[in-house]
C-alpha cells in the first residue's frame, strides 16, 4: 500500500504535484497557510506554519513527510524521524541543502569541483582574500536569500565595507567571482535505498538576479554537460538525497563550479512537466513513495520562461496569450499580483531551441504587457 505524504509547504511546488497524485491514485496533506496556491484547490491541508507545532500536526495525519521549501523546523524533522516517520529528504540532508558553507564542506570532501571560498566576518579577512584570489568577490550570507537576495557582487574594500556594515558583521561565504560563460542545472531524483536517475542538464539564464529562462538543450560544450551530470549523481550520493535535487553549477568554459543546492523540485525543472518523459513533480513523488522512478529522458528542444510580475496582473491577458502562441503550456499559479513577483510560467516545445524560445518569450510578453 502506497503511504500518506505529507508536503511541507503550499505553494506552487506543491500545487504541481497535484496532477501527478492525482493519476497516480497517491494521497497528500499539506501543511499551508489559508491563503497558499494549494489550499483553494486541494482538500487536504493543514493550517499551520513550518514549525514544531505545525510539524506534529501534519505528521498525526502521515505516514512520510517532505518538502516543496527549505524553511522548516530541521529539529522538529529529526525528532520525527527518531519516532519512526519517513522523512524523505532527511533532516541531515535539508540541513547542507539550506547552508552554503556546509554545501561547500560536505561537498569539497567528495571532490565536487569549486571556487576557492572562505567564511569571512570582517573586512580584513575579506580584504586578504581578495589580496590572494583576485577582485571582483562574490558575498553570500551562507543560509536564506533567493533570485538574488543575500549575494553582492563587489569591486573593491569600499564596497565588501558597505556589505560588513549591511550584515552587521555577521559571516558571509566569500569566493571569488567567476568568469561565466552560462549557468546549468541538473536534477537528480534518487530513491530510498539508492536507485537515481539523472536528468540531462538545463541552461539556466538569469535577469537581475532571477532565473528568467531554462533552456534544454544548453548552449555550452559537450564537455561540461558531460561533467555537469556526473556532478549531479555525485552530489546526490554524497548528501543521501532522497527526492528531488537540483544542483546548481556555473560554467566557464568547459570548467563546472558548484554554485548551490535545493534539495526539493526546482524552478529549473519545471519544463520537465512537457518536455520529459517524467516530470520533476511526478519522480520526486515517487521518490518519497518508494516506487520505481520514471525516464528523465528529455523529449526534444524546450524553453521555460517565468511569468514575472509586470504592467498587468497575467489573467487579464490570458486570453491573448492563448491565441498569440497556442502551442505552448501556460501555467499561472493563483498568485497575488505583484510586480516582480514569479507568478507563474509559459514552457513551449518545438524542433528546435530558437523556435521553442521564441514562442515562449512571445507568450510572457503578452502576459506581462498591457494591450497596445
Known amino acids: 500500500m502506497t503511504p500518506i505524504i505529507g508536503v511541507v509547504g503550499g505553494g506552487q511546488l506543491a500545487r504541481m504535484m497535484l ?54 523546523d530541521l529539529d522538529t524533522l529529526r525528532a520525527l524521524a527518531g519516532e519512526g516517520l519517513a522523512v524523505r529528504p532527511s533532516a541531515d540532508t535539508l540541513d547542507v541543502a539550506v547552508d552554503k558553507v556546509r554545501q561547500r564542506e560536505v561537498l569539497g570532501a567528495a571532490g565536487v569541483p569549486m571556487a576557492p571560498w572562505t567564511l569571512a566576518g570582517d573586512l580584513d579577512a575579506i580584504g586578504a582574500f581578495g589580496a590572494e584570489h583576485g577582485w571582483p568577490l562574490v558575498l553570500k550570507r551562507p543560509r536564506g536569500g533567493y533570485d538574488g537576495r543575500g549575494v553582492w557582487m563587489v569591486d573593491d574594500a569600499a564596497a565588501a565595507r558597505a556589505v560588513v556594515d549591511e550584515v552587521d558583521g555577521a559571516a558571509l561565504l566569500v569566493e571569488p567571482q567567476v568568469a561565466l560563460t552560462g549557468e546549468l542545472a541538473v536534477l537528480v531524483a534518487r530513491r530510498p535505498g539508492g536507485e537515481t536517475v539523472v536528468y540531462d542538464p538545463v541552461e539556466t539564464v538569469q535577469v537581475d538576479a532571477m532565473c528568467r529562462e531554462v533552456l534544454q538543450p544548453p548552449r555550452v560544450s559537450a564537455v561540461a554537460a558531460e561533467r555537469a551530470h556526473d556532478i549531479g549523481r555525485r552530489v546526490a550520493d554524497a548528501i543521501d538525497s532522497i527526492g528531488m535535487l537540483s544542483v546548481e553549477l556555473f560554467v566557464s568554459g568547459d570548467e563546472v ?106 507568450a510572457v510578453d503578452v502576459l506581462t504587457m498591457p494591450a497596445s
Not at 32 to 48: N, Q, T
Not at 55 to 66: F, G, K, P, Q
Not at 308 to 321: C, I, Q, W
Open 257 to 362: 563550479l558548484l554554485n548551490e543546492l535545493a534539495a526539493r523540485p526546482h524552478n529549473a525543472g519545471h519544463l520537465t512537466i512537457e518536455a520529459a518523459a517524467t516530470s520533476q513533480f511526478e519522480n520526486h513523488l515517487r521518490a518519497v513513495a518508494d516506487l520505481p522512478l520514471g525516464a528523465p529522458t528529455a523529449r526534444g528542444p524546450a524553453a521555460m520562461v517565468n511569468v514575472v510580475g509586470g504592467d498587468v496582473d497575467p489573467y487579464e491577458r490570458l486570453a491573448d496569450a492563448l491565441a498569440a502562441e497556442p502551442d505552448v503550456a501556460v501555467h499561472l499559479y493563483g498568485k497575488d499580483y505583484r510586480r516582480g513577483r514569479k507568478l507563474g510560467h509559459v514552457t513551449a516545445t518545438g524542433p528546435d531551441l530558437d523556435r521553442a524560445r521564441h514562442a515562449a518569450l512571445h
Open 19 to 72: 496532477p501527478v497524485a492525482a493519476r497516480l491514485g497517491l494521497r497528500l496533506v499539506f501543511l499551508a497557510r489559508p491563503g497558499d496556491a494549494v489550499a483553494a484547490v486541494w482538500p487536504d491541508v493543514v493550517e499551520g506554519e513550518p514549525d514544531a507545532a505545525g510539524l506534529r500536526r501534519l505528521a498525526e495525519r502521515v505516514d512520510v513527510i517532505t518538502v516543496e521549501h527549505e524553511l522548516v
